[in-house]
């Protein structure tokens, strides 16, 4: 995985922006959820995301 901290400049704002947009052009595959997908292949904007809002938030897009 890679080193979370070397892009903490990522705002709340553009982490949780960048994560709608990934959520409109995700298309599901087999059993695999969004944010299980998104927690692999942007692992700092999830960091971001994980350490500032609550999980229903993110979970439900709010």
């Not at 922006?17 to 059993?31: D, L, T, V």
């Amino acid at each position: 995985m890679e080193d979370v901290s070397k892009n903490q400049n990522i705002s709340i704002q553009e982490a949780e922006e960048h994560y709608q947009a990934s959520k409109k052009n995700y298309c599901i595959e087999g059993s695999e959820s969004h944010l299980a997908y998104y927690r692999e292949k942007f692992p700092q904007h999830y960091s971001i995301l994980l350490n500032n809002t609550s999980p229903k938030t993110v979970l439900n897009g709010k």
